[in-house]
Nanobody, 127 residues
């Protein structure tokens, strides 16, 4: 069983930055590929970014490239999402997820690829 806990969300003005963290339980975090997704009110959950178990490969939603950066520190069992130049349309609940059967970086854009999910953290960007 893997437990994921997100933190770092909050209220920020447009143009500001936030860094989300997701900390995982267990001793095999370095084996998990990780992803971030988000879900705005009334919308489906959408892919944000993903990172391979080693951190050597990353993948982003096209619309977010250049503003968001995913990274991980396996020694801390933590994956991060640095979000810059935030816009009101980035307002959503952000979820991290763990994939125990990594099959390639592009597969991590698919919700069904993941085995465990966190509870989410709210990000609100005011205009």
């Amino acid at each position: 069983q893997v437990q994921l806990v997100e933190s770092g969300g909050g209220l920020v003005q447009a143009g500001g930055s936030l860094r989300l963290s997701c900390t995982a339980s267990g001793r095999t975090f370095s084996r998990y590929a990780m992803g971030w997704f988000r879900q705005a009110p009334g919308k489906e959950r959408e892919f944000v970014a993903a990172i391979s178990w080693s951190g050597g490969s990353t993948y982003y939603a096209d619309s977010l490239k250049g503003r968001f950066t995913i990274s991980r520190v396996n020694a801390k069992n933590t994956v991060y999402l640095q979000m810059n130049s935030l816009k009101p349309e980035d307002t959503a609940v952000y979820y991290c997820a763990a994939d125990l059967n990594y099959s390639g970086i592009y597969s991590l854009a698919t919700i069904n690829e993941y085995d465990y999910w966190g509870q989410g953290t709210q990000v609100t960007v005011s205009s």
